[in-house]
């Protein structure tokens, strides 16, 4: 038995437990992540600080490790299933604050990126803040983002990229609604890390989105004027 198996997670203080998750992640345990996240839950850690402190800190270090060769897509794809197994237990408890429907967003990650836990987030994020969620998926052509938000009666189409290569296909979308005449019936919101605030502006979105908790934020500031304009 390795000194690993011998690890009892229920026995490690809290900072013990957050380094651990972090080395759990990094070599794809779910359900130690699985267990992990409970423990915290139980010992009343708030779902948000979970998601945020142990589950994206530590995908950070893996995100770091692959960029630096150090961790292969085999190895990066089993941390995304362990962070997924965290994520699905958060999930209803982000969501359950039972606040009334504030307005309705579809989210995806755009054509040719198949990333999709930063946009999963955010969605979950949104459910929990009052926005219905439509999810599309990933690696989506102009025509899904369009035809769903029509069919769906959106207030927001939110895109998601991860990669320098596929960020350029926002402006496509976004493109694609002005030649509609439809760009101002959606409030646009972008993200994902190779994004900034700049580049929000030149493809001509709402806004840039840094982080899920941002995206709430602006998605119900981006709402109130919504309203405002539209009982003025
Ligand atoms: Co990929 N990958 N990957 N990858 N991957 C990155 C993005 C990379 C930065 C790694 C690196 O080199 N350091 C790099 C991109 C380099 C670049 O373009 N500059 C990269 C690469 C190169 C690739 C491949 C090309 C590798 C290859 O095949 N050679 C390939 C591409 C596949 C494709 O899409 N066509 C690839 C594949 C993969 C996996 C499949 C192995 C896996 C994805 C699994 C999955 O998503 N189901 C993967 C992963 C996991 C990563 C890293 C390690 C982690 C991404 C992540 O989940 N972060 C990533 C490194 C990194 O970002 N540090 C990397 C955690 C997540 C919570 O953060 O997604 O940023 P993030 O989301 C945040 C914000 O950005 C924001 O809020 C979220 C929550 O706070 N946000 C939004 C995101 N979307 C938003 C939408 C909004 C608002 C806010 O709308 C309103």
Not at 32 to 54: C, F, G, K, Q
Not at 106 to 125: A, C, P, Y
Request: some cysteine; aromatic content about 6%.
């Amino acid at each position: 038995m390795s000194d690993e198996d011998d690890i009892i997670l229920k026995d490690l203080n809290d900072e013990e437990l957050v380094a651990q998750m972090f080395d759990d992640l990094y070599d794809g345990l779910r359900e130690e992540i699985e267990e992990s996240v409970n423990i915290l839950l139980s010992r009343d850690w708030p779902p948000y600080r979970i998601l945020t402190e142990a589950l994206v800190g530590g995908m950070t270090i893996v995100g770091h490790d692959f960029r630096d060769g150090i961790l292969f897509v085999p190895e990066v794809l089993l941390a995304a299933n362990a962070m997924k197994g965290g994520m699905a237990i958060l999930k209803p408890l982000l969501a359950e604050t039972g606040a009334p429907r504030v307005g309705k967003m579809v989210i995806g990650t755009v054509k040719g990126d198949i990333h999709d836990i930063g946009k999963n987030l955010v969605g979950m994020m949104m459910e929990g803040a009052g926005f219905e969620v439509v999810d599309i998926g990933i690696n989506n052509a102009v025509e899904k983002y369009i035809e769903t938000a029509k069919a769906e009666g959106a207030d927001i189409i939110g895109m998601s990229a991860l990669l320098t290569t596929t960020m350029p296909y926002m402006k496509v979308v976004i493109d694609t609604l002005v030649a509609e005449g439809i760009r101002d019936d959606y409030i646009v919101l972008v993200g994902g890390a190779p994004l900034n605030e700049e580049f929000g502006k030149a493809i001509g979105a709402d806004a840039y989105c840094r982080d899920a908790a941002v995206a709430v934020e602006t998605a119900k500031e981006w709402m109130a004027r919504k309203h405002n304009r539209m009982s003025a």
